[in-house]
């Protein structure tokens, strides 16, 4: 079965956003490096010859992939709008622990699941439960089951390296994507999280702020287009990348590619601040000035490498590598592979997000009644 057809027969969310614009992308080239391994069950565990072998992506697609492009100034031609086709978690489980890609039949059972499971919206005899069942089908992944068993290519075991001795660890600072919805790590980029949070308006999540999304967004919530969707505008001397967010704002950033230096160190950004230069092919952009750390990370020394490559017409491979002597033993890589639509089709959509919103006031005033409340036991 072709990706179109499982996302036209997965029937979950009807016409949300993302599942329309995934099922309109017929011919679309399979992502290179999961159809490059599907035909055999790789025994290696090595994020260097994981590349190796996705290096020669075998389509599968009826439209066949073209050589990548080049702008008219002679780079490679990066723009566009590029989409997530698979649903890769994060980490490894422990019930795929050394295995680095599933079988055709793990695949296709996973998948089968999803088609049956009809979400979190049935009713239940029992209230807690239905409570606890709230959300419905609409969260859950619409997107065909990769092979491979992790995002993370390195380190080996595909899991986040252990933290360094006294360092704070996951569950602070942003969460990276996805959204508080089953994101896992962090919240929704979430400055102050932990008591007293709400506060203060300078405190609140920033999702009812509309302040957008931080970087990296990962596709850890594989609908609503929560780090599935990436539009890139180019020029010569910069970049810009948006990702989209359903109702969050997005996040745009501009990659400067004219050789100007960082700020200073203590000049922090919401985004970071991103630089990029050329190496062959691959745009290789470095990010510092992070206002916040990564899962946990000490912004003053978090770092990210981001290589971008256009393999071919359609497919489009990002690489991001984590540092931070303060928080992991050692740095560690994702890849996110990524397929390309027609741009005429104009599939990013305007944010929901805006400064309307009745949630913030509504945080401010619980918790100013928790204060009252508070105040009246003295």
Not at 47 to 70: I, L, Q, R
Not at 81 to 86: I, L, P, R, T
Request: aromatic share 6%; hydrophobic share 35%; with cysteine.
């Amino acid at each position: 079965m072709t990706r179109h057809q499982f996302l036209m027969s997965a029937g979950l969310v009807g016409g949300t956003a993302v599942l329309g614009l995934v099922a309109s992308l017929p011919g679309q080239t399979p992502a290179p490096a999961t159809k490059s391994t599907t035909s055999k069950a790789p025994a290696s565990t090595s994020a260097k010859s994981t590349a190796a072998k996705s290096a020669a992506p075998k389509s599968t697609a009826t439209a066949k992939a073209g050589p990548a492009p080049k702008t008219p100034w002679g780079d490679p031609d990066l723009q566009g709008v590029w989409f997530v086709m698979e649903d890769v978690p994060l980490e490894r489980s422990a019930a795929n622990a050394g295995k680095e890609f599933l079988t055709d039949e793990e695949v296709e059972a996973a998948d089968k699941a999803k088609g049956l499971n009809p979400g979190r919206n049935a009713r239940s005899s029992d209230s807690a439960q239905d409570v606890n069942g709230a959300y419905n089908a609409v969260f859950n992944s619409v997107l065909k089951t990769s092979k491979r068993t992790s995002m993370i290519i390195d380190p080996p075991d595909g899991r986040i390296p252990p933290l360094v001795a006294g360092a704070q660890g996951a569950g602070r600072g942003f969460g990276g994507g996805g959204g508080g919805r089953g994101a896992g790590g962090g919240g929704r980029g979430v400055p102050g999280i932990g008591p007293g949070a709400n506060d203060n308006p300078e405190t609140l999540a920033q999702n009812p702020r509309c302040l957008g999304v931080q970087m990296p967004f990962l596709p850890l919530n594989t609908l609503f287009a929560q780090g599935t969707v990436m539009q890139v505008v180019q020029s010569p001397k910069s970049l810009g990348i948006y990702m989209e967010d359903d109702h969050a704002g997005g996040g745009n950033r501009i990659i400067y590619m004219d050789g100007r230096p960082h700020p200073p160190s203590n000049l922090k950004f919401y985004q970071g601040d991103s630089r990029g230069h050329w190496e062959g092919n691959t745009l290789v952009i470095e990010t510092t000035n992070y206002d916040q750390g990564f899962r946990g990370s000490n912004p003053d020394t978090y770092k990210t490498i981001e290589r971008i490559t256009r393999l071919n017409s359609n497919d489009l491979r990002r690489e991001i590598t984590f540092e931070d002597p303060k928080t992991w033993t050692r740095p560690w890589t994702i890849r996110i592979e990524m397929g390309k639509t027609d741009d005429a089709r104009q599939m990013i959509f305007d944010s929901a997000c805006h400064e309307g919103n009745y949630a913030m006031t509504g945080m401010l005033v619980g918790a100013r009644r928790e204060e009252q409340a508070a105040a009246g036991k003295k």
